[in-house]
């Protein structure tokens, strides 16, 4: 089913939380970016393993919550790694050592080694995902987005206002499925229904940007009744980001 | 048409579908452009200033639209009220004291950090209500705002109105097809026709006594007028059940049951109408009866087979399900494909000649978007496609919501054609006129369990 | 509503000439497109756990952004809804959220700009199919990097002439029925499609 998440109080309101969003994408970029120059085993598993714990110290989310986000990741890491794995350039040199061999493939050892730190990538990636997912609410990401990222406002509360439209899309895709077994069509699934689903999608889109134009949308200058400012959680957010760095860069 | 309404005071404006009510609607909330050109004859004016120049920036008019869904913006509810100053540039402390009192006045107060989507139609539509008013509008306008909503919503939004036009601060235009309720409230009363020019305009009784006969003969709903008695079912000789739902539960993966324990039979030519608040599994059970739903555990029978099990070639001729918005079941380009979609060959000839007796004749509908008619042909052409199949059980879902008097009495017909010929009719409706005019049978849905009920 | 769409009044503080109804129309394009996705992700059950399934799929992942772009005709139009429609995922708690953002941006930004490039004004099949192209090399270059950096280089070129033949043959012709699908249906008055 195609549901929005809930987040815990708790969650929102830990350092984490109430840390900027922006900011926290940001790191995670960062990261990433950082993440993607390595290809040892090593760095990503200190970064998931430093995320999950600040995820469930510092951002209050429960351990099962992260152990449910992180169950993807098993065979996405899999995959992952046997494909790097069997088809690394170092499989067709000779002299390497091989260690197993499937089907037509050989699988050296250097090969192995790249393909776990490829599924460590994989672990990371999620890890990070998850808390941020679990400590990020949209509407604080906008603002954020809005107050500290410059981003057009009306760009971004239109985009929140079609972000309330997903239940009824969902639903609207079920229903023109259903339509079409009670006319008697074999299938239930078709490209007409992208259609059906954009024209609905369409048509409520109207609807909502004229309530919004009636509510003084894009009339003038916008006030903020939710206000974005930089604090001491984003300054631990900073710390922790830098302190993982550095980690990072002598673990290799 | 000239119309003066002094301040304070309530307008009721009803009319026909098509007849421009919600052009009005627009119009007074300055939200059609001045250069649209032949528009105005004549002059509109709010406290003497034209809609048009001030557009919806300053305030002064609020407006709640029919689909609560359409008016949600934000995440959160008391964001939603808050949506609407921050677009005015209203001062953040103006607006932290202002919000919980627009929610107050609707009565959502406890609400605030609700996500909009998980209310109720009816809440929903009375944070509408509060996000209108909360810039503390000189006008409120109202376009059918409780056409989607079910008989509690209802009455929760028409207290909220009549305290509304109590206070007397608030200039009310309220467009409306539930004339029983919004009536009371009016101090005026403008009736349009279906050419978009005025029939009448002026106080309640007034317009009951004078035009009453030409509103109704519009096909314009007037409160109060007497109910068709529901025709005797004829009672037939081998009474039995077409349809049997036995010990039938229902939920979705991970959530608490919709149904549970439901026990219904339905003879061929029975007409049974489901009732219920929203969320109560009427719409569930209804799609449950016709097989697009699975039960998790129970069965139902459709003349001894399983519908949810049945190819859907076979269904489609046992069971036919006419979903309550006809743009949310047009699968094809064209109407004629649209009607001819799984048809058999030998079908199309009888979906034809059904297509003309419902005003939608091939020769002149056939190439046309069904997107592109008008409410009514939708609805007609969305219950010809189920029809032209000859199913032996119909359920409708709300078939006569936004309906005016003329769609309510067409469709009054085709059904009772199709009970005479044998055909088990059930439709999940909040529509008590519906009910008395048509059903033999009233099941009531409370909270997943169903009491069978007898004559209506 | 046909003509009371037409008839609305501009809003007085536009960037770039946005009404409020591109704004959300392009921005619900790409949450419906989304959901498309969710919904067919949920029943198939296979491609979420391969996470960056955009191998298989990316091609459907790229219609908002050309679609978007197709129907309102605007500067941004493609790089918004293909943005709207990544962080659709971050919304309904996603794990892959942060990369699909990033991947997301690096492919409505290349079809942006292959747009900008004909100043917005050119919409014919050659312009879609270099769009296309451009955010398929985009998309891969992002998974050589994120995801298959070990990969022998001659099976990444295979890849890669896979991903641009499929962005190339399916997606501009797809995107101008399906535009054209509801062009006919009605939807689109009041905008340049």
């Not at chain 2, 929610?103 to 609400?111: D, E, I, K, N, Q």
């Not at chain 2, 919501?401 to 003329?406: A, K, N, S, T, Y």
């Not at chain 2, 309510?408 to 009910?435: N, P, S």
């Amino acid at each position: 089913m195609i549901q929005r998440i809930d987040l815990a109080a708790a969650q929102l309101d830990s350092i984490l939380g109430r840390a900027s969003p922006l900011l926290k994408l940001g790191v995670a970029i960062g990261w990433f970016v950082g993440l993607f120059l390595t290809t040892e085993i090593g760095p990503p598993l200190f970064v998931a393993g430093c995320v999950l714990l600040l995820g469930w110290l510092v951002g209050r989310v429960p351990a099962m919550t992260l152990a449910r986000g992180l169950a993807p990741l098993w065979l996405a890491a899999l995959t992952i790694g046997l494909f790097n794995g069997l088809f690394h350039p170092a499989n067709t040199e000779p002299l390497a050592v091989e260690v197993a061999r499937i089907g037509p493939f050989r699988l050296t050892e250097p090969a192995l080694v790249a393909a776990a730190a490829l599924a460590a990538r994989v672990v990371a990636i999620v890890a990070v995902g998850v808390v941020f997912a679990q400590t990020t609410d949209p509407t604080h990401l906008v603002d954020a987005l809005v107050q500290q990222g410059r981003v057009p406002e009306r760009f971004a509360y239109g985009a929140l206002a079609a972000y309330q439209a997903i239940p009824r899309f969902a639903e609207d895709l079920t229903t023109l499925r259903q339509a079409r077994r009670i006319r008697g069509l074999p299938g239930s699934w078709h490209p007409r229904l992208l259609v059906g689903l954009l024209v609905l999608a369409i048509r409520h889109g109207d609807r909502v940007a004229l309530a919004m134009d009636a509510r003084g949308f894009g009339s003038g200058p916008r006030t903020r009744y939710r206000r974005v400012r930089w604090g001491w959680p984003d300054v631990l957010v900073v710390v922790g980001a830098v302190a993982v760095l550095v980690g990072v860069l002598g673990l290799s | 048409m000239s119309f003066e309404v002094p301040a304070g005071a309530t307008l009721l404006v009803v009319g026909p579908s098509g007849s421009g009510k919600s052009t009005l609607v627009l119009a007074l909330a300055g939200l059609l452009a001045r250069d649209v050109p032949g528009d105005w004859t004549g002059e509109l004016t709010i406290a003497g200033r034209d809609p048009r120049e001030r557009s919806a920036a300053s305030g002064e008019v609020g407006v709640v639209f029919q689909d609560p869904e359409s008016q949600l913006v934000m995440d959160r509810a008391e964001d939603d009220v808050a949506f609407g100053l921050e677009n005015r540039g209203w001062p953040r402390d103006g607006m932290r004291a202002r919000v919980p009192e627009a929610l107050a006045a609707v009565g959502l107060t406890g609400l605030e950090r609700r996500r909009p989507t998980t209310l109720s139609g009816g809440q929903q539509q009375r944070l509408a209500l509060a996000g209108a008013l909360a810039p503390r509008p000189a006008v409120l306008v109202l376009d059918e705002p409780t056409a989607n909503l079910d008989p509690d919503g209802t009455a929760a939004f028409f207290e909220r109105l009549a305290a509304l036009r109590g206070a007397g601060e608030t200039t009310i235009v309220l467009v409306e097809h539930r004339v029983d309720r919004a009536w009371p409230l009016a101090d005026h009363v403008l009736a349009i026709g279906a050419d978009g020019g005025p029939i009448a305009f002026g106080a309640p009784d007034e317009i009951l006594r004078r035009h009453g006969g030409r509103i109704e003969a519009e096909g314009i709903w007037l409160p109060g007028r007497a109910r068709g008695a529901a025709p005797a079912r004829p009672i037939s000789a081998s009474a039995a059940p077409f349809v049997v739902a036995r010990d039938l539960e229902f939920c979705y993966p991970g959530g608490a049951p919709v149904l549970s324990g439901v026990d219904l039979a339905i003879e061929p030519g029975e007409r049974v109408a489901l009732m219920g608040p929203n969320g109560s599994g009427k719409t569930t059970l209804g799609r449950l009866l016709v097989g697009l739903l699975r039960p998790t555990a129970g069965q139902v029978r459709l003349g001894g087979d399983d519908p949810a099990r049945m190819p859907a070639a076979d269904l489609a001729r046992r069971a036919g399900y006419v979903f309550q918005d006809p743009e949310r079941q047009f699968l094809a380009r064209t109407v004629e494909d649209e009607l001819t979609l799984g048809l058999r060959p030998d079908e199309r000839d009888g979906a034809g000649e059904l297509m003309t007796s419902l005003g939608l004749a091939l020769d002149r509908f056939a190439a046309r978007s069904p997107y592109l008619l008008s409410g009514g042909e939708q609805r007609r052409l969305s219950l010809a496609c189920i029809l032209a199949r000859r199913p032996s059980l119909l359920v409708l879902d709300e078939p006569t919501f936004g309906q005016d008097r003329r769609g309510y009495e067409a469709l009054l017909a085709i059904l009772r054609e199709r009970v005479a010929a044998g055909t088990a009719v059930v439709a999940a409706t909040h529509d008590e006129r519906f009910v008395s005019d048509f059903a033999d049978r009233v099941v009531e849905v409370r909270e997943g369990r169903v009491t069978p009920g007898g004559a209506a | 509503m046909a003509t009371i769409d037409e008839g609305r009044a501009r809003g007085s503080w536009s960037e770039a000439g946005w009404r409020t109804r591109d704004i959300v129309v392009a921005a619900v394009i790409g949450v419906a497109f989304g959901v498309a996705f969710m919904a067919v992700n949920v029943a198939w059950r296979a491609l979420d756990v391969l996470g960056p399934a955009q191998n298989v799929f990316y091609g459907v992942w790229l219609m908002p952004a050309i679609v978007a772009a197709l129907v309102i005709r605007k500067p941004g139009a493609a790089l918004f809804a293909e943005m709207v429609a990544a962080g659709l995922f971050t919304l309904l708690g996603s794990q892959w959220g942060p990369d699909t953002l990033l991947s997301g941006f690096v492919q409505g930004a290349a079809a942006e700009m292959v747009f900008a490039f004909t100043m917005y004004r050119l919409w014919t099949w050659p312009v879609l199919a270099v769009a296309s192209l451009a955010s398929a090399a985009a998309a891969w270059v992002h998974d050589w990097v994120v995801w298959y950096p070990e990969v022998s280089t001659d099976v990444i070129l295979v890849i890669g002439a896979f991903m641009a033949i499929s962005a190339v043959a399916l997606l501009p012709i797809a995107s101008m029925l399906l535009v054209r699908a509801l062009r006919e249906a009605g939807v689109l008055e009041g905008f340049p499609a």
